[in-house]
Nanobody, 118 residues
Framework: VQLVESGGGSVQAGGSLRLSCAAS????????MAWFRQAPGKERQFVGR????????TYADSVKGRFTISRDNAKNTVYLQMDSLKPEDTAVYYC????????????WGQGTQVTVSS
C-alpha cells in the first residue's frame, strides 16, 4: 500500500494541526494504520494507531487526550488531529500501515514536518 502524508506545518504552543494520510493500492479492511514521529536526534516514537475495520484506537501516553486518530473509508484516508500542541511535539510525523495485528509495519509514508513554537 502506498501512503502519502500531508498537513504538516508550524504552529504556536496550544494550537492545532490535522495531518492526513492517503492510502492507495490496497483495500484497507484488514489493515492497521499508525502514526509515528521522530524528533531530531531521537528514535522514532509510536504516536497511535487505528484498526481500520473497527476504528478502534490506541494512543501513546504522551499524546492521550490531545491527539485523535480517525479514518474516512470513502477516501481511504487516515487523520491525526493534534490539539493542545506542545513544543515537544515537534517532529517529523510518519504514517505507517500493516496488514493484521501480528504483522510489522511495512508501508511508510514520506513524513511531514510539524513544528510547535513556544
Amino acid at each position: 500500500v502506498q501512503l502519502v502524508e500531508s498537513g504538516g506545518g508550524s504552529v504556536q504552543a496550544g494550537g492545532s494541526l490535522r495531518l492526513s494520510c492517503a492510502a492507495s493500492g490496497r483495500t484497507l479492511s484488514r489493515y492497521v494504520m499508525a502514526w509515528f514521529r521522530q524528533a531530531p536526534g531521537k528514535e522514532r516514537q509510536f504516536v497511535g494507531r487505528i484498526i481500520w475495520s473497527s476504528s478502534s484506537t490506541t494512543y501513546a501516553d504522551s499524546v492521550k487526550g490531545r491527539f485523535t486518530i480517525s479514518r474516512d473509508n470513502a477516501k481511504n484516508t487516515v487523520y491525526l488531529q493534534m490539539d493542545s500542541l506542545k513544543p515537544e511535539d515537534t517532529a517529523v510525523y510518519y504514517c505507517a500501515a500493516r496488514e493484521g495485528l501480528g504483522a510489522a509495519y511495512d508501508s511508510w509514508g514520506q513524513g511531514t514536518q510539524v513544528t510547535v513554537s513556544s
